[in-house]
Nanobody, 118 residues
Framework: QVHLVESGGGLVQPGGSLRLSCAAS????????MSWYRQAPGKERELVAA????????KYADSVKGRFTISRDNVKNTVALQMSSLKSEDTAVYYC???????????WGQGTQVTVSS
């Protein structure tokens, strides 16, 4: 059974930092590109950051470039999102996503809330 379990969300002040983690199980982790998405109230879900299977390639939304860093550990089957210089507009539910390279399988976590507020 596939599981993607996010953790690390919470309330943080503007300018602060937060680290999200996603623990994966039930599939061949290193066969999947991993991404973080977010969805703010009333808005569509958007891609925040993505990383290739081996971690050699990354992609970031323009709004988070230079502030967020995605990383993965193919031994521990985890993916992380280090967020710094947080802004109120970063407030959203953050989702972990896995997409199989060369296939159609895609999996989602349940999401973790990040609130940036003073």
């Amino acid at each position: 059974q596939v599981h993607l379990v996010e953790s690390g969300g919470g309330l943080v002040q503007p300018g602060g930092s937060l680290r999200l983690s996603c623990a994966a199980s039930g599939f061949t982790f290193n066969s999947y590109a991993m991404s973080w998405y977010r969805q703010a109230p009333g808005k569509e879900r958007e891609l925040v950051a993505a990383m290739t299977r081996a971690g050699g390639g990354t992609k970031y939304a323009d709004s988070v470039k230079g502030r967020f860093t995605i990383s993965r550990d193919n031994v521990k089957n985890t993916v992380a999102l280090q967020m710094s210089s947080l802004k109120s507009e970063d407030t959203a539910v953050y989702y972990c996503n896995a997409v199989r390279i060369g296939g159609t399988e895609t999996y989602w976590g349940q999401g973790t809330q990040v609130t940036v507020s003073s």
